[in-house]
Structure formats: C-alpha cells, structure tokens
C-alpha cells in the first residue's frame, strides 16, 4: 500500500510569506502528526490530529497552524515565515496500532 | 523539560561490533518505547519497538532492552553494519495522551 506522501519535497520562502504544506496519509490511518527537524534539535512536535480534529499540540508559536479533511489529509500552514522556520517538515500517520509511519519530509528554506 | 534524552549526539563503532545506543527518560508513565532510524533527507522508518511489561525484544541484529527502575533503554546492533550508519531516534508514550516523545538523536556512524 501506499506510503505517506508529503508534497512539495523542497520549498524556497522569503521572509514574512506563508506556506503551505500537505500530507496524505496511509489508507485508513486516521491520525497525522507533523514534526520539525533542525540540526541537534531533533524531532520537535507540532500537532496531531486525528478525525479532523487537533488532538494534541506542542510549543510552537500561533503562526503554525493545521487541518485535517474528512479524507485524513492534512495541511500545515505558516504564516509570516522567519528565518528559523527553515527546517525539515515531517508528516507521520498512524493507524489503530503504536507505530508511526513517516513520509520524507519537505525541506523549506527562508531566505 | 526534556522527557526523554539521548545524551550521545554521536557515536563511531568498528563495522563488525557491537553498537550501543542509549536512551532515558523521565516520566514513569511512559508505557511503550521506539526507536526509529534516519537517513539525510528522509523521513525516519521504525526499527523496533518494547512495551513496558517486558526488558528484551529482539528483531535480527536489533535488539532493545528496557530497565524500568533506572527508566532506561539501550538498542544494541550486532554486528554493526556500513548500512546501519544513521541517526537514531528513541520515541516514547504513554496512554495518557497519543503525543510520541522523542529524544535528540544519536548520529551512529560505522567505519570501515
């Protein structure tokens, strides 16, 4: 079956824009989570949604927002983009059991 | 507050040792561990995985050991392989929310 699919793969941003990003999740799992990666920082979670509602959210300022549709693909959104948001955006979905399957990521650079 | 650390950043073995990669945690409700492994550019795959009720699981050269009153595991790679150079992830929950907590990150890297 299908992976989890991120799309775009790479971004480029200038300063003060927003952008968006996708992620459609394996068939039938009903939970997304997006995660930021930066150099040494690891994984930092961002949110969690699960039937089209935000079930869980980390520290990240209000510029981070999200959705789910009713299909379980979900959006992430970030409005007036700093030069820190550049970073490795990860999406994992998740199905009934503990296991997160992660897609590969879209890179977004602000310049 | 960090819940869960992975205190090596970086760790260089022989190819044909063993590697050990270690991980704690803080919160003792945590219920069930991962590790997961990652590739530049790639999202990270699962590894392997141990729930609190046991201290060993073993998948192949993988294998995690959980010690539950020092809150501490080790995934141990025998024998280390070229392949196995990444960075490894350790992920924790527990059942009180769906949040998996993750830890830094350990880059291992295997010599030739």
């Known amino acids: 079956k299908a992976g989890v699919t991120q799309t775009p793969r790479y971004l480029i941003k200038t300063r003060g824009q927003q952008v968006t990003l996708s992620c459609s999740p394996i068939?039938?799992?009903?939970?997304v989570s997006w995660y930021q990666q930066t150099p040494g920082q690891g994984l930092q979670f961002l949110f969690e949604?699960?039937?089209?509602?935000?079930?869980n959210k980390g520290n990240f300022p209000g510029r981070f927002s999200g959705r789910q549709f009713s299909n379980s693909r979900s959006e992430m959104n970030v409005s007036t983009l700093e030069l820190g948001d550049s970073a490795l955006y990860l999406c994992?979905?998740?199905?009934?059991?503990?296991?997160?399957?992660f897609g590969s990521g879209t890179r977004l650079t602000v310049v | 507050d960090q819940q869960v650390k992975q205190n090596s950043p970086s760790l260089s073995v022989q190819e044909g040792r063993i590697s050990i990669l270690n991980c704690d945690y803080t919160?003792?409700?945590?219920?069930?561990f991962l590790w997961y492994k990652k590739y530049p550019a790639e999202g990270p795959t699962f590894l392997i995985s141990?729930?609190?009720i046991k201290d060993k699981n073993e998948d192949g050269r993988f294998t995690v050991f959980l010690n539950k009153s020092a809150k501490h595991l080790s995934l141990h790679i025998v024998p280390s392989q070229p392949g196995d150079s990444a960075v490894y992830f350790c992920?924790?929950?527990?059942?009180?929310?769906?949040?998996?907590?993750w830890g830094a990150g350990t880059k291992l890297i295997i010599k030739p």
């Open positions: 994992a979905s998740s199905g009934a059991s503990y296991g997160y399957t």
């Open positions: 068939s039938g799992h009903r939970s």
């Open positions: 949604y699960f039937s089209e509602t935000q079930r």
């Open positions: 919160n003792s409700m945590f219920d069930y």
């Open positions: 141990i729930s609190s």
């Open positions: 992920a924790a929950k527990d059942d009180s929310n769906y949040q998996l907590i």
